[in-house]
């Protein structure tokens, strides 16, 4: 033994397929589909790639300061076998199935400087105290890809409310409401939050949309983003007390590109990002049709908004 070494010197991590996660009555289940986890605890909802590495980077990066022994009394005092409900078990399964690594994180040491490690896939493995705290994340949806679109508010060009529509015509720089009272302004504060609302669009929670949680809600159309590049997206609100939930669907007026021989490089690129986007939106289509998202307030207050909240109230 020498100290500082890592508790898991030889693991790789690209041979990882499954990552088995239990603390008390938490559990998660992360499984590797192509270039991306998914959450079995969220029907198999894609994962946020950086929280799956942060884990692993986490585990991996675990040193050791010293060998602490053997034996089942040694165990059961760090809560390591039987498990308390502080102890964390992780497990890592690779493509074909075969265990990795099974190992338990105990309590933490006097002084909380480090956790009591075990492995539990080798036989008679000694229990470690680690150089430092272990805290690893046993919350499935702390590992959720909760970033749904992002799109700078500078790339929307018109904006579909429930009772107005803002848009921008030719010679203008910013999105003016149609049939505007002369006279009357524009709240501006108002319309960059409406205008914004895909930038960095954001979610609390997801549920497959025949959920019984969400099956039952009716969503009515709220929003209908239009792009510069000719796509866009149309969000749809609904309200179940104070808890509110989102569906969002992407557009693109592109339905196909002709290609001549003799057209330029500049237009063939052109045509090229074009398709492209249609592709995407396709994607996006593919993944966010099946599900429902719980939204916080402040993203439901964007939708919400009315053609009145859009334009400065006039003095008496």
Do not use: C
């Not at 010197?9 to 239990?22: H, R, Y």
């Not at 692993?56 to 308390?84: F, Y």
């Not at 909760?146 to 529509?165: L, M, N, Q």
Request: proline share 3%; charged share 30%; no cysteine.
């Amino acid at each position: 033994f020498q100290r500082g070494q890592l508790f898991l010197s030889n693991l790789n991590p690209d041979e990882i397929a499954t990552i088995e996660i239990t603390k008390g009555e938490e559990a998660v289940t992360l499984r590797r589909q192509g270039d991306q986890f998914t959450i079995a605890e969220k029907q198999e909802y894609p994962a946020s790639n950086s929280s799956v590495n942060r884990f692993l980077r986490d585990l991996l990066e675990v040193g050791l300061e010293r060998e602490v022994g053997t034996g089942a009394s040694l165990a059961e005092e760090l809560e390591i076998e039987p498990p308390g409900p502080e102890t964390l078990e992780v497990a890592l399964v690779d493509r074909t199935d075969n265990e990795m690594v099974r190992l338990r994180v105990g309590h933490a040491s006097d002084g909380g400087a480090g956790h009591y490690v075990q492995r539990l896939d080798e036989e008679d493995a000694p229990i470690y105290l680690t150089s430092r705290g272990v805290h690893l994340s046993s919350d499935a949806g702390t590992f959720l890809q909760k970033e749904i679109v992002d799109h700078p508010a500078a790339d929307v060009v018109r904006v579909e409310g429930s009772d107005f529509v803002l848009e921008k015509p030719a010679d203008a720089e910013d999105l003016v409401l149609s049939s505007l009272p002369a006279g009357q302004q524009l709240k501006s504060s108002e319309v960059s939050r409406v205008k914004g609302i895909l930038g960095g669009l954001r979610y609390d929670d997801v549920f497959v949309a025949d959920d019984g949680e969400v099956a039952g809600l009716e969503f009515e159309q709220a929003l209908r983003l239009d792009l510069a590049d000719g796509s866009g997206y149309v969000l749809s609100h609904a309200q179940d007390g104070e808890r509110h939930f989102l569906r969002i669907r992407g557009h693109n007026e592109v339905q196909q590109v002709a290609i001549t021989v003799d057209e330029a490089q500049e237009e063939l690129e052109k045509k090229a990002e074009m398709l492209s986007r249609a592709d995407e939106i396709d994607t996006f289509n593919s993944l966010h049709g099946s599900w429902v998202y719980e939204i916080s307030d402040f993203t439901a207050e964007k939708l919400q908004l009315k053609r009145a909240d859009l334009m400065e109230k006039e003095e008496s």
